[in-house]
């Protein structure tokens, strides 16, 4: 299954004060159909017109918010299934049904409980290291990296609006998030990927110049990394991606191809196989002494070729970096294309601000 979170577009502000509040109109629904031309039929709605009074009182309400829903994602999944089965027996009523062309998406899940992004592409690793004159690190190959970044600056497809000193060697990250589905601890990687619910693509987005400077002090990344990570638009659970699934002792790898495209231009490919330290390993890692939780989400890290920090340095681009106005468009074969365009923070102040004024005439 594919799920989303979505609003209505007419009524969703364009900057949000906080991610930790809802939107009035979130939404859970369950998407079907082609990728960027579907319909989403609203869970909450559909699980509502199925039932009777009586029925709902045993059932429950169907959750309103991604990270409720996965506290208890088995039986809300199996809910979801239920409402999918009978979308092509005529029960879902038309009211439940939105063309996905007509609404919002935003991060399918909004306010993850944690974030954190591996290190797990050599490729990637091993072009940063020799493009910045240092050898391969050794301690690569020894355990899983990942650092945590911050899951209260989430955003889905649309704008990113980025303060001035972010925008000095402006990145994107093109890499796969996966979803913890259910409470582990102290996993092993044969047994991790049980605990994964399901996948979306993820762009860490990076400022470099930030970043630089402030790992001299070895701590870090923060400020280059923290005001923006998107996630999305789908949510593809683990089961529908079986056919890409390549089984191995460490935990399942996926051929996935993968790729970038910055104002049209074609800039990165890579496949999600090539990691060399698989998702289940990762949570093996994170897991250890440490209690994992439905709603974390963990990023794959960046694929090879999937930023201009290695771009540049391998001379494919030439001193590249994003500025307002670029549109950065991230394909996972799989899990659909996520679409961001770069604002400068403060125009888009001003523009939320003149409009406010304009409707308050």
Known sequence: MRFVTYTEKLTTPRVRPSTLTPLADERIGLHTGPMGSGKIIDLHQAWTALFSHEELRLLGSFPRDMSEFLLDQEKWTSA????????????????????????????????????????????????????????????????????????????????????PLAREQLDFELEVAVVIGKTARNLKAVEADDAIFGYMVMNDW????????????????????????????????????????IPSPSGERHGLSMKTWVNGKQVSEGNLKDMTWTFAQILERASYGVTLHPGEVIGSGTVGTGCFLELNGSKITDNQWLHPGDEVVMEVEGLGRLVNVIRASEEVTREVREETLARLK
């Open 206 to 245: 990076s400022a470099r110049k930030l970043q630089m400077d402030e790992m001299k002090l070895n701590l870090g990344p923060a400020k280059g990394k923290d005001f923006a990570t998107s996630l999305g638009p789908y949510l593809v659970t683990r089961d529908e991606l079986k056919s890409s699934a």
């Open 80 to 163: 979801a299934q239920q409402v999918q089965n009978r979308i092509s027996t005529g029960e879902i009523p038309e009211s439940c049904i939105r063309d996905e062309a007509k609404v919002r998406l935003l991060s399918p899940i909004p306010r993850p409980i944690s974030m954190r992004d591996g290190y797990a592409f050599r490729q990637h690793v091993e072009a940063a290291r020799r493009n910045r004159g240092v050898p391969m690190i050794p301690e690569f190959d020894q355990f899983p990296i990942f650092y945590f970044t911050n899951h209260l600056a989430v955003t889905g497809p649309g704008e990113i609006p980025v303060e």
